[in-house]
Nanobody, 116 residues
Framework: QVQLVESGGGFVQPGGSLRLTCAASGSIGTINDMGWYRQAPGKQRDLVAIIFRGGRTEYADSVKGRFTISRDNAKNTVYLQMNNLKPEDTAVYYC??????????WGQGTQVTVSS
């Protein structure tokens, strides 16, 4: 079994920064993709950023230039650095890890609130 533990969410004013962390533990095999999704109230869960095993990254258009995803393979950890946060970034952020076997795990979610 694999556990994903997220941290780093919170309350921040517009223009502020937060760094999300997701650490995988347990029966870790070979991780393929690692990503972050978010879900605002009444909306569907959308991809924010993804980092592939080779290091290539993709971002939602709404966060390009403001968010940076990175990973530490030795620690089975993925990060999301969020800068210049906007009220529309308010959501629950979920970590997503896909193994080369195709099995996918989700984190429990961490709340990010951007408000003045």
């Amino acid at each position: 079994q694999v556990q994903l533990v997220e941290s780093g969410g919170g309350f921040v004013q517009p223009g502020g920064s937060l760094r999300l962390t997701c650490a995988a533990s347990g029966s870790i095999g070979t991780i393929n993709d690692m990503g972050w999704y978010r879900q605002a109230p009444g909306k569907q869960r959308d991809l924010v950023a993804i980092i592939f095993r080779g290091g290539r990254t993709e971002y939602a258009d709404s966060v390009k230039g403001r968010f940076t995803i990175s990973r530490d393979n030795a620690k089975n950890t993925v990060y999301l650095q969020m800068n210049n946060l906007k009220p529309e970034d308010t959501a629950v952020y979920y970590c997503n890890v896909k193994f080369v076997t195709g099995v996918v795990y989700w984190g429990q979610g961490t709340q990010v609130t951007v408000s003045s």
